[in-house]
């Protein structure tokens, strides 16, 4: 069977009405994994009780697993109780046209913010243990220290792993084709099952991620740019404080 670029063109069109979809499978869980990823990242820098002794537990135990399984995890555990409800209050219906988005949603999250800590981690280790002296010299709680100096400066050096966490976010949530979610993946496919080109259809899904990609890197290098200023001011105004 020839190449045909044409296919590739009727593939293209109908993914890429699916952008939204896999962007939301990525963006949300990005947004979630900043938010309690910073969390536990912090909790375990200052060794909060309980907490820290979780997450030294749990994170590599989740990070051992692949994201594929962590999507039939999350399925199941959600599908399961929901089919025993629906038997028992006559929801069959609604269980039929679940929107298994959502389902996505919550297992990507939770890989999210497992990688995610480990990225804000780091980056709360690579700030100078002096920064938080000298915040705590011109009164500054443990808190404010943390909210005013040492993140302004941690952020920035997070801010090409995060890019690329979400660059992985972006190519891992591809999988939930796998429970029946369209997105771009399946969006290309579903041209391939009437015509049976599916290696035009691969190609075309293949260039979509690949621009989103791009996009992305591009403007993480934008974004490196104006944070590397923004913490050679905080680095300045914390100097002058040492100095008064």
Same mark, same amino acid.
């Given at each position: 069977?020839?190449?045909?670029?044409?296919?590739?063109?009727?593939?293209?069109?109908?993914?890429?009405?699916?952008?939204?979809?896999?962007?939301? +499978?990525?963006?949300?869980? +990005?947004?979630?994994?900043?938010?309690f990823g910073t969390w536990i990242a912090i909790c375990r820098r200052f060794r909060i009780r309980i907490i820290a002794k979780?997450?030294?537990?749990?994170?590599?135990?989740?990070?051992?697993?692949?994201?594929?399984? =962590?999507?039939?995890?999350?399925?199941? +555990?959600?599908?399961?109780?929901?089919?025993?409800?629906?038997?028992?209050?006559?929801? %069959?219906? %609604?269980?039929?046209?679940?929107?298994?988005?959502?389902?996505?949603?919550?297992?990507?999250?939770?890989?999210?913010?497992?990688?995610?800590?480990?990225?804000?981690?780091? %980056?709360?280790?690579?700030?100078?243990?002096?920064?938080?002296?000298?915040?705590?010299? !011109?009164?500054?709680?443990?808190?404010?220290?943390?909210?005013?100096?040492?993140?302004?400066?941690?952020?920035?050096?997070?801010?090409?792993?995060?890019?690329?966490?979400?660059?992985?976010?972006?190519?891992?949530?591809?999988?939930?084709?796998?429970?029946?979610? !369209?997105? !771009?993946?399946n969006g290309a496919l579903t041209s391939a099952q009437i015509n049976y080109r599916f290696l035009e259809a691969y190609i075309?899904?293949?260039?979509?991620?690949?621009?989103?990609?791009?996009?992305?890197?591009? !403007?993480?290098?934008?974004?490196?740019? =104006?944070?590397?200023?923004?913490?050679?001011?905080?680095?300045?105004?914390?100097?002058?404080?040492?100095?008064?």
């Open positions: 069977m020839i190449f045909d670029f044409q296919y590739v063109a009727a593939s293209l069109k109908v993914a890429v009405k699916y952008i939204p979809t896999t962007l939301m +499978l990525s963006v949300l869980p +990005l947004f979630i994994g900043i938010v979780l997450a030294d537990i749990l994170i590599p135990v989740t990070k051992g697993i692949p994201l594929v399984l =962590h999507l039939f995890i999350m399925n199941f +555990l959600i599908l399961k109780p929901l089919d025993f409800l629906s038997q028992w209050y006559g929801w %069959a219906d %609604a269980l039929r046209f679940m929107d298994k988005t959502y389902i996505g949603i919550v297992a990507i999250s939770i890989y999210a913010v497992v990688v995610i800590s480990e990225t804000m981690r780091s %980056a709360l280790i690579s700030v100078d243990d002096g920064q938080y002296e000298a915040g705590y010299s !011109v009164g500054l709680t443990r808190w404010q220290t943390l909210r005013r100096v040492v993140l302004p400066q941690a952020f920035p050096f997070a801010v090409p792993v995060l890019c690329n966490n979400f660059i992985g976010l972006i190519k891992g949530s591809s999988i939930v084709y796998l429970i029946t979610v !369209v997105d !771009v993946m075309a899904a293949a260039m979509i991620y690949w621009m989103m990609c791009l996009t992305v890197e591009r !403007v993480s290098i934008i974004l490196e740019k =104006h944070l590397k200023k923004y913490q050679y001011r905080v680095q300045e105004n914390n100097l002058r404080r040492e100095v008064l």
